[in-house]
């Protein structure tokens, strides 16, 4: 069953510009991870927040948490053409490791 | 080596077919997962294998049969598959004594059947 939910569905942005994708969840969480996906390929983890953490960075991405409120939100900066692919929260649930993914939002980057 | 390798990268079937997904990872993994990917819709889990021993199976039709030869393999095995069983197929590993690890997915399989 699905967990995350991304908002929004689909976001249509020019390069050199802020993406801002956020994820909703509904139970309590281990950690939450952020992966992306190329059409029609396999996904790659981006970046994982742990529950106890509020903010992360790696490179051009920035994750942030918010657990009294089950959301998270990922923000990649100076988006480029390449960033153009879907991105998926996954939730990791308390004492398991399998993820539920959310439905993903997928981004256009335009030059 | 810090790849998941799936093969084939496409397979086109018949209903009445048997066939076969392979998943290879050398990373030392323990965990190795089955998700199936529809178009525009995110992965959905199928089976989990832990320490080669299935440990989670998704309500996943007959139809579709897991094996866990050893640590680094992951097969699944197709028989009389319909129309909407088409879709990617996914494989992905990880480390399950490490619950702050992402998994590491291979490239799917796109699977047709016709």
């Known amino acids: 069953s699905q967990q995350g939910e991304e908002d929004p569905q689909a976001l249509s942005i020019q390069e050199g510009e802020n993406a801002t994708m956020n994820c909703s969840y509904k139970t309590s969480i281990n950690n939450l991870q952020w992966y992306r996906q190329n059409s029609g390929r396999g996904l790659v983890h981006l970046i994982l927040i742990r529950s106890n953490e509020r903010e992360k960075h790696s490179g051009r991405l920035r994750v942030t948490l918010d657990t009294s409120k089950k959301s998270s939100s990922l923000l990649i900066t100076a988006s480029r053409a390449a960033d153009t692919a879907s991105y998926f929260c996954a939730t990791g649930p308390s004492g398991y490791s399998t993820l539920t993914f959310g439905k993903g939002t997928m981004l256009l980057v335009s030059p | 080596d810090t790849e998941v390798t799936q093969t084939p990268k496409h397979l086109v079937m018949g209903m009445t077919n048997k066939k076969s997904l392979k998943c290879e990872q050398h990373m030392g993994h323990r965990a190795m997962y089955w998700y199936k990917q529809k178009a525009k819709k995110p992965p959905e889990l199928m089976f989990v294998y832990s320490y080669e021993k299935l440990s989670i199976n998704e309500s996943v039709p007959s139809r579709f049969s897991p094996e866990c030869p050893n640590s680094s393999l992951l097969n699944l095995h197709l028989h009389a598959l319909q129309p909407e069983d088409s879709a990617l197929y996914l494989c992905?590993?990880?480390?399950?004594?490490?619950?702050?690890?992402?998994?590491?997915f291979g490239s799917g399989t796109r699977l047709t059947v016709v």
């Open positions: 992905a590993s990880s480390e399950p004594r490490r619950g702050d690890y992402g998994y590491t």
